[in-house]
């Protein structure tokens, strides 16, 4: 008695299909874990930018003055502010003022910075 060779898979083609299986699974699932950290960074992102318009936005309520500040927001952000003269004219000062705010990303250091110019009374 001879068995029927067309009636199935032989073991060789069933480990085939499952070995191509399993390598587009990888592949899948590592384009998905991707594209998660992609998004987990740019919310840490968002998040910082969020923090140093805030930090910019405390410092235009009050008077301007010159200098370096720096702290710790939690949450493992780290901000700085830092304000220079730039021009001064008719007893009025043009201020230069950065806000960066930084974290780690992993291994990674991060930094959001945001820059602009105020207008103060002469230091």
């Known amino acids: 008695m001879r068995a029927d060779r067309s009636a199935g898979f032989t073991l060789l ?10 390598l ?9 874990l991707g594209g998660l950290r992609s998004t987990q960074a740019a919310g840490r992102t968002e998040e910082a930018l969020a923090r140093a318009r805030s930090r910019l ?18 949450g493992g952000f ?8 730039a021009e001064s004219a008719g007893g009025r000062t043009l201020f230069a003022v950065s ?9 990674t250091p991060r930094e959001v910075r945001l820059e602009t110019q105020r207008l103060g009374a002469a230091p």
Do not use: H, M
């Open 13 to 22: 083609e069933a480990l085939i299909a499952f070995a191509i299986l399993a």
């Open 24 to 32: 587009a699974l990888t592949a899948l699932l590592q384009g998905t």
């Open 57 to 74: 936005a405390a410092l235009e309520a009050g008077p301007i003055r010159a200098g370096d500040q720096r702290g710790d927001d939690g």
């Open 78 to 85: 780290a901000w700085r502010t830092r304000i220079v003269p």
């Open 99 to 107: 806000v960066s705010i930084a974290w780690r990303d992993g291994a």
